[in-house]
Nanobody, 125 residues
């Protein structure tokens, strides 16, 4: 089992920056690959970014490329999402995920086994 706890959400104005963090505990061998998803009210959970091999490779949704950066610390078992140039459409609950099924696409929420409780990010115009 892996427990994931997100932190760092909050409110920011358009164009601002924010960092959300996820700390893993338990069977941390399952944190070789981790991801961030987000879910806005009335919408499906969508992929934001993933990190693989403790930073060897990362993937981003087109909507956040160039604005968001995912990073991980294998010693601390943490993964951060650095968000800049934030827009109102980035407003959502951000979820951390771990343990991607072997060979499965990281962009699909159902392919991840463990989830955190989420942290709210609100961007005002």
């Amino acid at each position: 089992q892996v427990q994931l706890v997100e932190s760092g959400g909050g409110s920011v104005q358009t164009g601002g920056s924010l960092v959300v963090s996820c700390t893993a505990s338990g069977r941390t061998s399952s944190t070789y690959e981790m991801a961030w998803f987000r879910q806005a009210p009335g919408k499906e959970r969508e992929f934001v970014a993933s990190i693989h091999g403790f930073g060897y490779r990362s993937n981003y949704a087109d909507s956040v490329k160039g604005r968001f950066t995912i990073s991980g610390d294998s010693f601390k078992n943490t993964v951060d999402l650095h968000m800049s140039s934030l827009k109102p459409e980035d407003t959502a609950v951000y979820y951390c995920a771990a343990s991607l099924g072997y060979g499965l696409a990281p962009q699909m929420a159902n392919n991840w086994r463990y989830w955190g409780q989420g942290t709210q990010v609100t961007v005002s115009s």
